[in-house]
């Protein structure tokens, strides 16, 4: 989150809320008129285990929640950031558009599946299918993530600090995996290779902003070998599709 949570301004029980009375309740929560004010901070409590909680949040809000959220926590959010200290179910951040998420304990499959942008971090471990499909963003795992990591993804960035399972970047496009444990196994076309320095500091700059520690040197790239030929040929590292 770009603000270290205070005291919040704002507290809400989602014990026996409908999502619609939640997002009615955070309508009415005026935001700063100072644009150098960081957005107003609401704590939530009364978390356990709710489907569907705060998706398709579009409120410039930051939150402060305790407790799990079962699946589809924070899908298809814009704008909003997020710091959840408990576990997700499974399609957490799906279909994100921009906005922060940042989660403490483990979350379940398809994290970030279809995202198109914002940051989605998760400090714990992630299961199956971390970031397929996704068009853009970053995606940031501290510890493991599952099979068909990245399966079919066209665009963004996913990290992970641990292990990977089977079939690692399967139909991987123009995306880059930075791995910093092992995979089980990589799928057809897709190669691991060092990192460059570019490469370097960009991934250095991406686990800052992600309060993520570790050194960038640890990691390597998982990408499409024809993209490391193209590399290795002097074609350059962009090209519009890798596959």
């Not at 935001?31 to 409590?45: F, Q, R, T």
């Not at 285990?49 to 705060?54: F, P, R, T």
């Not at 190669?191 to 640890?218: C, D, H, Q, T």
């Amino acid at each position: 989150m770009t603000k270290e949570a205070t005291t919040p301004d704002h507290k809400l029980d989602i014990t026996n809320l409908s999502d619609a009375e939640l997002h009615a309740a955070l309508k009415e929560i005026p935001c700063s008129v100072d644009e150098d004010a960081p957005p107003p901070l609401v704590e939530l409590k009364g978390l356990a285990g709710q489907h569907s909680a705060l998706m398709r949040c579009a409120f410039p809000l930051r939150f402060q929640c305790t407790g799990d959220l079962g699946d589809y926590a924070f899908a298809f959010c814009h704008d909003a950031e997020f710091r959840l200290d408990g576990n997700v179910g499974h399609g957490a951040g799906e279909g994100m558009h921009r906005g922060v998420v940042l989660i403490t304990g483990n979350a379940g499959c398809g994290l970030g599946t279809a995202m198109t942008g914002g940051t989605l971090a998760v400090y714990g471990s992630a299961d199956d299918r971390v970031g397929a499909a996704m068009r853009g963003g970053s995606i940031f795992v501290r510890g493991n993530v599952g099979d068909d990591t990245g399966a079919g993804a066209l665009g963004g960035t996913i990290v992970v600090g641990g292990d990977a399972g089977e079939r690692l970047g399967d139909a991987l496009n123009n995306v880059t995996v930075f791995l910093r444990g092992k995979a089980k196994s990589l799928a057809p076309g897709v190669v691991e290779a060092p990192l460059r320095k570019r490469e370097e500091v960009r991934l250095g700059l991406l686990l800052m902003g992600a309060s993520i520690r570790g050194a960038a040197s640890e990691f390597r790239r998982v990408i499409p070998k024809a993209r490391l030929e193209a590399e290795e040929a002097g074609a350059g590292e962009i090209r519009p599709n890798w596959r």
